[in-house]
């Protein structure tokens, strides 16, 4: 099966059927580091803040 782009850029995160704890919490770090990392004139900084919030709050610190 060939994969999507979408696909080879996150199979690192689901290369399994179940979506774990550890995986989700290791795709949202990675998200919230992405954006971070590519944050021109701080066009996501309300978005890093809901996504560490959120991230906070479902995986504490």
Not at 23 to 38: C, D, G, H, K, M
Not at 46 to 58: G, Q, R, S, V
Request: no cysteine; glycine share 4%; charged share 15%.
């Amino acid at each position: 099966m060939r994969l999507s782009f979408f696909g080879k850029y996150y199979s690192n995160f689901f290369s399994s059927k179940n979506i774990t704890d550890a995986r989700f919490q290791a795709f949202v770090r990675f998200l919230i580091e992405s954006l971070t990392l590519n944050n021109p004139s701080g066009i996501f900084d309300a978005d890093i803040a809901a996504l560490t919030a959120a991230y906070t709050a479902f995986f504490g610190n």
